[in-house]
């Protein structure tokens, strides 16, 4: 059974930073696209950032552009989001996903799911 484990969240002034990891066992990992979500209180889950099979292309959501850097190691079938300059409005359960074709927005296109870590960032 495949499993995706996310690592990292916390609390978090405004202004911090925090490095969120998504450790995965698959043996394909270099095969899919690999995504974080997130999802506040009584919100829709939301894309957040998008790394290519390759990690040689990434899509973000615009209201992360400049301030969130996704990433993945292949070798290690571990993908990373490094988040600075966190704002109160970021603070949200934040999920990892991945599937086998090229990035999506759609979080229904995803197959498989971690089970979230908890980003909380006070004012």
């Known amino acids: 059974q495949v499993q995706l484990v996310e690592s990292g969240g916390g609390l978090v002034q405004a202004g911090g930073s925090l490095r969120l990891s998504c450790a995965t066992s698959?043996?394909?990992?270099?095969?899919?696209?690999m995504a974080w979500f997130r999802q506040a209180p009584a919100k829709e889950r939301e894309f957040v950032a998008c790394?290519?099979?390759?990690?040689?292309?990434?899509n973000y959501a615009d209201f992360v552009k400049d301030r969130f850097t996704i990433s993945r190691d292949n070798a290690k079938n571990t993908m990373y989001l490094q988040m600075n300059s966190l704002k109160p409005a970021d603070t949200a359960v934040y999920y990892c996903?991945?599937?086998?074709?090229?990035?999506?927005?759609?979080?229904?296109?995803?197959?498989?799911w971690g089970q979230g870590t908890q980003v909380t960032v006070s004012s």
């Open positions: 698959f043996l394909s990992f270099s095969n899919r696209a």
């Open positions: 790394a290519s099979r390759s990690g040689g292309s990434a």
């Open positions: 996903a991945a599937q086998a074709l090229d990035c999506r927005t759609d979080y229904r296109t995803y197959g498989y």
